[in-house]
């Protein structure tokens, strides 16, 4: 199975992402993805990376998020 150079680069460029998630939780923080254009939303969800990432329209709602996730449960 041969791949093209672009399949190539993209297989680097999302191990460069999950390596920088993996490192980021491991440090007990979180990682967004803000402002995605529509066909790179669409590929995240085709490979259900959507599902691994977490993704939000603007970085005011990430902040948003994150506020959320970290509030201390009482």
Known sequence: HVRSRRQRQMCKETGVFISIL???????GEVFIVNIPKK??????ITKLNNVFNIAENIKEAKETILKIKQPIN
């Open 22 to 28: 993996t490192q980021t939780r491991n440090r007990n």
């Open 40 to 45: 790179i939303n669409q590929l995240l969800v």
